[in-house]
């Protein structure tokens, strides 16, 4: 994590590079965003490896390059979300994990619902997006996809129960996701044509053997008080809702996270010093706090930058007569990363599988190049 | 009061206009704003939403149907009076209906699901004679026909009900009531705006001339009245007389033979007798100087001379009952009808000598609005005439024929004329009342339950008076008399605008009071009586001349004395609180009016500038041990009608000064400036921001968004239904919405909105929309379709039959599309539906003319099943079947389809502030752009729909529901309420914002989905309330290839409904031929349409035929087959041909070589 300014942003040269450096405000463009009052200039940063070679600066993407600058700091990791920093890459490939996180990485959810009896006020269609869209504790890794012609088995369903009824003269109930039972034989439902007398009831799945033996922990529910319906006295709800695997291209509903975003580094740089009553005022400006105050002694204040990062950009400190006093700034190759799980996998998890997933793209890509 | 020009009181005292502070004015504490809102919704609960119809309903129920019992109260036989009957007292019951010789009670919930009406039976007491003795009997609660029931009426279950009751008769308690149930649809009395009544009203006519006419309305009589100025000479003109009459002429016909007295009573300025003198002269060059004369040149002019004793004696008649009949003569004294003459007279003098004394039309104060109850009682008023008189006719006949012991009435009386007349009116809307010459259509209406808001604004809509096609601006203008009364905002777009209105919040529309008690309190406050004085007197200065409701009552030497008096009266509740006291200084005249149908509103009354109401009222209101009434009785608020506001000097706001308008004049305070919209227009927030047409297009838009319709939505049975499935409470809301409930039925979803242009798909109003949102459901929402089987019963006890589903010997269905059917031979509520299923398995018998006497076999039936025919590819739900009898005991079986969609490309929303456009297309959660806090937004709409829209709320509502999410409090926008605090401020919405973290402007910081990096503008996004409009893109789609043509002229038939194809039309055919496709003409209407081969004979030219035994063509014309030859024709040119041919004319082709 920088600590001030642009100076722990040297450029780190290459060995075969002579110690040339940018002029400080190229350096500025360069690297940072800047968030004048009106509207952000230097968004696009430059791509082009030759941009700067007049003076001598190499501006390419170099392996090593990256593996030196390429930092991640956790900041904070909680079994539903996850913030860390991710220092020295380009906002495509941020923009890359982030997109993949929200739409690539595989879950389970609810796809397939029968519905047995539903006398409830929600209809059909509304109860089955409802329990689509509750996030389930199945891990998908261990499952497969399943397509079109396949059989539903235990390596690519699971199988959930909901029957809840509310009985006739009691008060109304609420119907929890806590209330779907995961049935790890498979479906109880028997197709409706009658079987041929003997072998087993034909259901709608076709389970050789129970998931309780082929997984460690057993499914359910991530969240137990979501709310699924409100029955009323004498109706009942009575189906069986089968997960598949999917990713949250197809629906929001295989989404792994609730979001998963960034934010550039913030960087706030006092040009001019600020002493005195416009100190004061700066520190009042900012709802954030990003201000502080420096005792100069015999009562002199000055302004100084106390906590950049909590900057939301409210562009406050730029504004009003003083404005031009302060500029702010976004760190460019720094990202402020934050994955919200909705509770399959945890968020590093999440991270790390969608790593995997942009490996395994580029290697298509390589494959195909070869 | 009316004199406020400034530097105007010579002669009274001079009123210093800037009082010096005095002790007592600086020790007076400084009052303090009272809130008053409080008051809008005590008014609500007193009178409520639908209040007018409600109480124009009950004042006939509970009044004017006893008025018109009593009025015809006996019957007798024309050949023998002292056969009679005698209705002694008239009531309407219970509702309730009579089946199978048993009365039951009924809800309208069942009538709307039977399809039955809601009525109550009409109860009257009645006395008659009985037998060849006339023993006079008696009879109580005999029933003379079903009257429909308003509901929420005093006649109404529903009446005083709370909240648990109406639940358990499957009512919404929310829906305000107001209107009836008739045959299972409900239907609105829509209000009728119409001119006022019995009032002079000074115009021109089309000819320019200026007119004075007045409309007389009695029980008895209607007629119009006009007095017209012609080339300087002043003419009556009735209906009755061929040529107008000079008014002179009827001067003297009225008894006025005296020239001197008819211009003393007109008034003694000279400048009347200079307009009166070629009148006058008119008359004397005719030689008419007696009364005598004068009803001679009257009687030459009757227009139908009666057959018996040809004119002699009419005019005199007319006179009496035709001339300004509502001015009553007693015993023959016309000089009541003489002064009003000359006050017409006057008026219209005063009109041409000084144009500001005019009458507007189109002013508010000269409309009345004609009720639910006047118009019923109109209808209920004739058919009890017409069943009275059926009943004479039936005795007359019955003792004409047989000289046996005579009937009693109470035989001959049918229901059916008073039942079915009331219900065949209100279900079709068309009132035709012969004998009131009364012939209007589309007075009731299907009341539209598209969404909550369409179901209020049709309560409060009032239809207008002038055929729509007019092209006058007048009547469409906005009336400075609107204020207050009428919402400005809410009129359709289009051939009705202006014309059809909508009620403000607060206002109310008045029934008839009794004038008797208002006469005497008159007299008894000294008006003097026309009768006693003489011509000369009536226009003393100073004195002013009393009208009640039209009538001249008298005049008054001090009217200010005289009004404050009155109104005095009313504050105290000795008189009704409509009365309307106003004194119009112009005409020299205190109107006092207590008849119906004016619109009125409440106000604070302020006494010298100083509210009446202070806290402490208001905290007794807030605690509940004040209510409206209170207010109204304890005289802090009064009602004043548009004509008595002309008196008043509104002030908006106690606490504030009004630039150059003195405080002390102030009469009165406005409750709320947020009332003087509609309940349609109340639920746009910051509408005072927007350019004004905006907020009409919003009217017309917020009665088709889906929402919830009523807390009993999923138990109706309308025909079509939409509702959103996830509908939300704005996050931006105004009192209004509070007041009437719209947060509680909300039509509409708080999207986050981000405006910048994407992707190129959102130009023309377009919205870019996220489709993780629509998969989490956002704009989601269901279609509910009624299909209704009947199970027809025809002669000799044969009926159609359902039958279960026929399976082959091994269970399988012998059709695909049975799949869906029950055992029962009806669908499953829960199937899944698909196109060209059967939901009701029916036969019907082959032979339905005539029964065979015997039970019929299978094969006597054929199949006529219900085929549902819905999208292919989608998939729709059963919701529900139910099964009742309808009124001619046919069993109607009703299947509710569910189709529950999800927004797609093409379809239609719209925020709140007349904003409309359609879904361009659908992105990505990923590709779309996403703020530092990780916030997507749900639909992104382009920039260009601000700068010439102008809808700067639609930008406050964004901010003010960005501030509102991120403290957690809702936030308000009503009309006009930055002063009262209704209204947030922008000013502390955005430090707000501030405070959270955000830019004061609304704009965020935001990085591209699609290249991760920062966007080069901050870009304005928050939450703005969006609703979903019925129009959806899989209710539009339509194409074809080849399909259906239509029998008679072969071409393709038209229209989405019969698979029509898309019609070629002439504009597109002068596109073809100016860029010379003539190949692709020749294929578009002729190859693709219905080309026809003809024979046709060279030499006569006519269409011959193809003999197929003989194989060659033949002309019958020419009787020979040697000139024939072959052409293709549009069929439709073919029967063009022969359709001439039918009618004598020979259409000859001539055919070359090409
Ligand atoms: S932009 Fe706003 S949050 Fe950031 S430093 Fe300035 S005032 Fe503080």
Redesign the interface.
Known sequence: MPKKGTKSKEVDNAPNQQENKLPDYLEVQRTR?V?NA????H???YQYSGTFAAMGVDNSVSVEKFCKNFKIEINRLTEDDMEFDMIGID??I???F??IL??EVPTMAIEKIF?VD?TS?I????LS?RLG?IPLRADPRLFDYISENDVPNERNTVVYKLHVSCPKGSQRITVKSSELEWLPEGSQLSMAAPAQSGDKQKTFTSFSQSQKEILEEPLGVKFKDITIARLGPGQAIELEAHAVKGV??V???W?PVA??????LPEVVILKDIEGDDAEELVKKC??NVFDIEDLGNGGKRAVVAKPRAC?????CVMGPNGNQVELR?VRDHFIF?I?STGALPPEVLFTEAVKILEEKCERVISELS | MAVLAKGDNEGGKVVDTMPLPTYHSLAAPVRKPVDKFALLPAFLKVRGLVKEHIDSFNYFIDKGIKKIVEANNRIEARNDPSIYLRYLDVRVGMPSIYENCNVESITPHLCRLTDRTYSAPIEVDIQYTVGKQHVVKRRNKFIIGYMPIMLRSSACILNEMDEDELAKYGECPLDPGGYFVVKGTEKVILIQEQLSKNRIIVDTDSKGRVIASVTSSTHAIKSKTVVLMDKGKIYLQLNQFTKPIPIIVVMKAMGMESDQEAVQMVGRDPRYGDLLFPSIQECASERIYTRQQALQYMDEKVMYPGATNNKEGRSNSILHDVFIAHVPVKDGNLRPKCIYTAVMLRRMLDAILNSDTFDDKDYVGNKRFELSGQLISLLFEDLFKTMNSQAVERMNKNSDKTRSSPLDFSQLIMQDTITFGLERAISTGNWDIKRFRMHRKGVSQVLSRLSYMATLGYMTRITPQFEKTRKTSGPRALQPSQWGMLCPCDTPEGEACGLTKNLALLSHITTDQEEGPLIDLCHSLGVEDLLFLSSEEIHAPGSFLVMLNGLILGKHKDPQRLVIHLRNLRRSNVIGEFVSIFINEKQRCVHIASDGGRVCRPLIIADMGISRIDETHMTKLRDGTYDFDDFLSGGLIEYLDVNEENNALIALYEHMDQDDVERSSITHIEIEPLSILGVVSGLIPYPHHNQSPRNTYQCAMGKQAMGNIAYNQ?FRADSLLYLL?YAQRPLLTTKTIELVGYDKLGAGQNATVAVMGYSGYDIEDAIVMN??SL???FG?C?ALKKYTVLKDNYVDGVSDRIVKPQRDKDGVLMKQNMRALDDDGIVAP?QIIRNHDIYVNKQTPMNTSKGIGRPLTDSCYKDSPAIYKGVDGE?T?V?RVMLCSDTNDKLSIKCII?H?RRPEVGDKFSSRHGQKGVCGTII???DFP?S???I?PDLIMNPHGFPSRMTIGKMIELLGGKAGVSCGRFHYGSAFGEPSGNADNVADISST????????NGK??L?S??????????IFMGPIYYQKLKHMVLDKMHARASGPRVLLTRQPTEGRSRDGGLRLGEMERDCLIAYGASMLIFERLMLSSDPYQVQVCRKCGLLGYYNHKLKTSYCSMCKNGENMAKMRLPYACKLLFQELHAMNVVPRLKLTEV
């Open positions: 965003v968030c009106d509207a952000p200039i968004t696009q940063g906002a495509s941020a923009n890359a982030r997109r929200i739409a519905m539903n006020v209809a059909d269609e509304v997006h869209l949250g291209k629906h929001a509903k989404s979001t998963a975003w960034y934010r550039m709802p954030v939301t950009l409210c562009r406050e976004r934050t919200e | 999923l499935v489709k993780s998969d989490r459901g989601r269901i829960g998939t739900v919701d569910r529950t990505q959660q990923e996403f530092e806090r990780g997507c914002l501030i405070k959270h973290g955000f830019s004061y965020d910081f990085y989905g699609i290249l991760g990096q920062p966007l080069e503008a901050y």
